[in-house]
């Protein structure tokens, strides 16, 4: 697999993880590499490096808004969240790599959950 | 990061925004014992390629829509709304005094003078919404008598590269200077009242 087609399954699926994990709550970038890596228990991991190109890419396509704002310690970080048209992505993408491991398993017998 | 080409409000959100994850970042670290990888994944960022990246990422279109969007469009909609402003307060009856100059007759739009600022202000609020630098927003808000500057510096140049017809400056020196002063220099004020507003920066939050 070249390194180009690797980058692009990295980045739809860093997309989609992203999407998913601000349709639950409004985060800034710290806290959406830190929950996309706990709860994928680190198979996931975004760097500062691989995580900011993409939000900053999703904002350009009006998925996602940033905006200031306060955290729990009271420091202004750039909270994320999920626009009306990051919400309509949601549904197609994850139907997306559905079917991309559905392919992938009938392929290769790489089960996914 | 310094050398990231974005506009100024923009690149600072971006500095502040890296630097906040930093901090959180090095905090994490401290309390949890920053594992090895992490650490290793924050020492090795390629500076220079993550600005290239983050710039890609961050301008809209190419540089040429951006070009065209922060200034060229609001340069010709200063144009428009200056030209559509002089007609009108003319079919409204607000006439330009008339001044006799070496015999010839000069028009001082003082409505017009006095109604720019609404054209300049126009110009200059399109450029910022489109993030232009400081520099687009001037020029579009001038952009009017930048026009004039340019016709009143080709006109000469006009006159004497024309050798089958030159004989001589066509027009009175005196009008043709006083003419660029009204057309020119006169202009620049009230544009610049219009403009000035909109040449700040947009307050940044800080981390």
């Known amino acids: 697999m070249t390194k180009r087609i690797r980058s692009k399954i990295a980045r739809g ?3 989609l993880a992203i999407l998913a994990i601000l349709a639950e709550q ?13 709860r994928t228990g680190g198979a996931l991991q975004f760097t500062l490096a691989s995580l900011y190109p993409l939000l900053y890419e999703m904002e350009k396509r009006g998925w996602v808004e940033g905006h200031w704002q306060a955290n729990q310690a009271g420091r202004d970080r750039r909270y994320y969240r999920l626009t009306p048209s990051g919400k309509r992505q949601l549904a197609p993408l994850r139907q997306e790599w559905r079917s991309f491991f559905q392919a992938l398993d009938s392929l290769a017998g790489v089960s996914h959950v | 990061m310094a050398k990231l080409r974005l506009p100024c409000d923009v690149k600072e959100e971006v500095v502040s925004e890296l630097a906040a994850h930093l901090e959180d970042a090095d905090e994490e670290g401290l309390t949890q014992n920053l594992r090895e990888s992490e650490a290793r994944s924050l020492s090795n960022i390629n500076w220079r390629s993550l600005a290239r990246e983050i710039q890609d990422s961050k301008l809209k279109e190419d540089a040429m829509n951006n070009r065209t969007k922060g200034l060229w469009l609001p340069a010709l909609a200063n144009l428009t709304i200056a030209a559509t402003l002089l007609v009108a307060l003319e079919m409204l009856g607000l006439k330009a005094r008339i001044l006799l100059v070496s015999h010839l007759a000069m028009g001082l739009p003082f409505p017009w003078l006095f109604a720019l600022p609404v054209s300049g202000a126009a110009a200059a609020l399109l450029a910022k919404r489109a993030q232009a630098p400081l520099a687009a927003r001037l020029i579009a808000g001038l952009a009017p008598s930048l026009v004039s500057l340019a016709v009143f510096c080709i006109m000469p140049l006009v006159f004497v590269l024309d050798r089958w017809q030159f004989s001589g400056f066509p027009i009175p020196l005196d009008y043709f200077f006083l003419s660029a002063l009204v057309w020119i220099v006169l202009p620049v004020f009230p544009l610049l009242v219009g403009t000035l507003p909109f040449l700040r920066q947009s307050g940044l939050r800080k981390t």
């Open chain 1, 13 to 15: 699926s860093g997309e």
């Open chain 1, 26 to 38: 409004p985060l800034y970038g710290f806290e959406i590499a830190k929950q996309i890596g706990e």
